[in-house]
């Protein structure tokens, strides 16, 4: 079964920490994305890749970052938490017309 | 600014037929994606629309009109499990497997 994979599914951080999410997905896609899902804002575009090494900005990139040194897998870099940065983090990626999403991870920023 | 607007609740009863609408406003328009999601988890791909007109997979058909900047989704035989909350998205790019803009989505309630 394909799948997208994100390494927790619950956070709580300290305001100030470095957070690291990672997300590795085992379809050999080339395009994965991070968004953000608040309660009445939907899901939002953090960042997004289409290639190893590439990284673009989505609609909301400030107070992050990304990494995709590897095919499979791109991670999201929340270089100095904030309690504005609480919220459901999901992953995907494509390789065409539907997006395959991981599970989730809920960060909490104490 | 690019917007998607969509109800944001609808209820229904099982059994029912029910529509979810969705029009768009975007820079530029390469299809029109439904997802869903149930309370605690990833959303899920439904359909896609590139072109006008309907498509149909099985209880769950997706409409595009491209001239009107709007599509729905149309839910037949309503169940309980189909209880969850709906997205539409828009690719606003020509690269396949591009970014999409999500609507805020509508909370469909089954109800018995």
């Known amino acids: 079964d394909v799948k997208v994979t994100q390494s927790s599914r619950y956070l709580v951080k300290r305001t100030g920490e470095k957070v690291f999410l990672e997300c590795v997905q085992d379809m050999d896609h080339e395009n994965m994305f991070w968004y953000r899902q608040d309660p009445g804002l939907g899901l939002r575009l953090i960042y997004f890749s289409y290639d190893v090494k590439m990284k673009e900005k989505g609609d909301i990139p400030e107070g992050y970052s990304v990494s995709r040194e590897k095919k499979e897998r791109f991670s999201l870099i929340l270089e100095s938490a904030s309690t504005n940065q609480t919220s459901m983090y999901l992953c995907a990626s494509t390789s065409g017309h539907g997006y395959t999403f991981g599970s989730g991870t809920r960060l909490t920023v104490v | 600014g690019q917007s998607l607007e969509q109800p944001s609740e609808v209820t229904a009863v099982e059994g029912a037929i029910v529509q979810i609408n969705c029009t768009y406003q975007?820079?530029?328009?390469?299809?029109l994606s439904w997802y869903q999601q149930h309370d605690g988890g990833a959303p899920t791909f439904l359909s896609y629309?590139?072109?006008?007109g309907l498509e149909e997979t099985g209880r769950f058909s997706s409409f595009l009109s491209r001239s009107d900047s709007y599509g729905y989704l149309l839910l037949q035989e309503l169940q309980m499990k189909d209880s969850a909350s709906y997205f539409c998205a828009v690719r606003d790019e020509g690269n396949q497997g591009g970014k999409l803009i999500f609507g805020q989505g509508t909370e469909l309630s089954v109800k018995p």
């Open positions: 975007t820079s530029g328009f390469y299809g």
């Open positions: 629309n590139a072109l006008d």
